[in-house]
């Protein structure tokens, strides 16, 4: 298959601080792809080399089959870019900005705006800086997709979007994958581009510790788990955790005539819904699959010799110890 | 549908409150000094007051010829209130153009489209001279107006040519804060390099006044470029017009180079 963006070896410095220190990769055309990692990683960067709005300290960059440094306003035109952190402050409506943006790099297909702009629920007659940050994030969905075009560079596309309004933007890019046009986006948060991407690049301190499919990187993903029960010593809380296959950290403290118990899941949930359904629950939280430890984690698998110690969380206990 | 110069457009018409907003300015400015120019400027009361003050200070403040009509319009119009609004307009736009919106981050998604860096500055450029001669033509008709009411007693050609001086001092320092806002992305430097030049141009031509061993100041003044000979009195030094109009499009280019050159928003 033909690549939409090929990255060899790309590096960038800011004065002396390198933020990339030679990442390579291909995005599939047609395909949707994500590339994720913590704040600081670089994708914002990779991102902006794309556009050429920064150039590369050294590598090769293929986007749309151009060089980005020489693909000029043509090669722009065939792309739709959200940048990270978007300012919308002029003192336009949306509606104005849109056939600005037009202008300058369409055309548009009749009524698209608007029923981008229904889709999204923005009301486009409103003045641009007066519009909320989950707002101007709906406007500038709308001015990257609204040309369809054969790419979208999408960063951080869903901060700031209400649940429902996230669900909706994938089902854009679903729909643009449908049609034939490739999705390159980012996010801090794994679960975020799980239902949408194809493949996962994650990005870590400007390389990339690995480039797999969704499915074996939340497999791989570890889950924080935390609940309250009642009836129940805590010795044998522990004891009942302990057992279930993928579940290691636990932690155990006597809450009233019952337990609080934090543990880390990884792997499947099945077995642990069971053994949870013997419990008398009074509150029930399994987090998210936590990307920061996974990202961890591949550092590990990859004989790095780190294991997944999250630098947010306590370290985790024995199996099965507990505190009264 | 894609249209010619989509950027400029932008950046004339979206500013069309700013433009008229500088324009009520000095036309305010322009209707309060000039109709009282008969009962003051022009009395022997007037002249002899001015003759009291210390002769550094009216020539600091071009006073030494404000008993004449085209003398008081070329020092209170043209050479204060009309310069100094001028200057603070044009050193705004100059800097907001791409130092300002970059370092609002506006500039990044601007570029990711269909646009060359070039055009960019060039089209928010040439707005910008459109809007100073707007201005300028503004000032140049009102005077006009006035002319006879306030017994001003100004040659047309002259205020004409007094009229392309003042549009392009007043370009230098906004082409000058482009420059510096293009250069470093920063609007607080675009803004503190126009103001230089206006600053230190009219700093330069208040002291070179003072005396000939100072007179190589007034070389450095493009207040002095602009206003040396008096030109609502004598008519334009065309020379000096073109060194102004020139070098402000010398830095519309440089400033085209220096944003070509570097990365954005970084």
Redesign the interface.
């Known amino acids: 298959m033909e690549s939409a963006i090929t990255v060899e070896g790309l590096r960038k410095s ?1 004065g002396s601080r390198e933020v990339l220190h030679g990442i390579d990769f291909q995005v599939q055309a047609g395909s949707v792809f994500g590339v994720i990692g913590p704040n600081g990683a670089g994708k914002t960067t990779t991102m ?1 080399c794309l ?5 590369p300290s050294a590598g090769t960059l293929r986007v749309l089959g151009q060089d980005p440094r020489h693909g ?3 090669l ?2 065939r ?1 739709g ?1 959200l ?1 990270g ?8 409506t949306g509606r ?1 900005l849109l056939d ?8 548009v297909s009749p009524g698209r705006i608007d029923e981008l702009a229904e889709r999204l629920n923005l009301d486009l007659d409103r003045h641009t800086r007066k519009l909320s940050k989950g707002n101007k994030q709906k406007l ?1 969905l709308i ?1 990257a997709f609204m040309h369809e075009p054969e790419l979208l560079v999408l960063d951080e596309p869903t901060s700031g979007l209400d649940p429902l309004v996230q669900q909706e933007f994938l089902a854009m890019v679903q729909e643009a994958r449908d049609r034939g046009q490739t999705v390159f986006l980012s996010s801090h948060v794994l679960s975020e581009v799980q239902q949408a991407a194809d493949e996962v690049a994650i990005l870590r301190d400007g390389r990339i510790v690995t480039v797999a499919t969704v499915d074996a990187l939340r497999e791989s993903a570890v889950r924080h788990l935390r609940f309250t029960a009642s009836g129940i010593t805590a010795d044998d809380a522990g004891a009942l955790l302990g057992r279930v296959p993928g579940v290691g950290g636990v932690e155990v403290l006597t809450a009233g005539d019952g337990v609080e118990l934090t543990a880390v899941l990884e792997g499947s949930i099945g077995p642990l819904v069971q053994a949870l359904s013997r419990l008398e629950l009074t509150d029930l939280v399994l987090e998210e699959p936590d990307l920061e430890e996974s990202v961890l984690r591949l550092y590990g698998n990859n004989g790095n010799g780190r294991r997944g110690n999250g630098s947010r969380r306590r370290e985790p206990q024995e199996e099965g110890s507990s505190h009264a | 549908m894609r249209s010619p110069m989509p950027l400029f457009r932008r950046a004339f018409v979206d500013s069309w409150r700013s433009t008229l907003g500088w324009a009520a300015g000095l036309a305010g400015a322009i209707l309060l000094y000039l109709p009282i120019y008969p009962s003051i400027g022009g009395s022997a009361q007037m002249q002899e007051m001015i003759n009291a003050l210390p002769p550094e200070m009216t020539k600091a403040l071009n006073y030494d010829q404000i008993a004449s009509g085209p003398g008081y319009t070329q020092a209170t119009v043209f050479g204060l209130i009309g310069f100094l609004l001028m200057t603070i307009a044009t050193v705004s736009w100059g800097a907001a153009a791409v130092g300002g919106d970059e370092e609002s981050g506006q500039l990044e998604l601007t570029l990711a489209h269909g646009v060359t860096r070039m055009q960019l500055v060039w089209e928010r450029a040439l707005a910008m001279f459109l809007r100073v001669v707007l201005l300028a033509v503004l000032v140049f008709v009102l005077i006009l107006a006035l002319n006879d009411s306030a017994h001003l007693s100004i040659d047309s050609m002259h205020l004409f040519g007094a009229a392309v001086e003042f549009a392009g001092l007043a370009l230098l320092s906004g082409t000058a804060a482009l420059f510096v806002g293009a250069l470093s992305g920063r609007k607080a430097y675009g803004l503190a390099a126009g103001a230089a030049v206006g600053v230190l141009g009219y700093v330069f031509n208040a002291v070179g006044r003072q005396s000939p061993d100072l007179d190589w100041l007034l070389d450095l003044s493009p207040y002095h470029w602009a206003y040396g000979n008096s030109p609502v009195a004598n008519g334009a030094d065309w020379a000096s017009a073109g060194w102004l109009w020139g070098i402000s499009a010398g830095l519309v280019l440089l400033s085209s180079l220096a944003l070509q050159r570097r990365d954005v928003g970084s």
């Open positions: 800011f902006r556009l050429d709005i920064i150039r000029g306003p043509g722009r035109r792309i870019y940048p952190e978007l300012t919308l402050e002029a003192r336009v104005r600005h943006y037009e202008a300058v790099s369409g055309p500038g001015q």
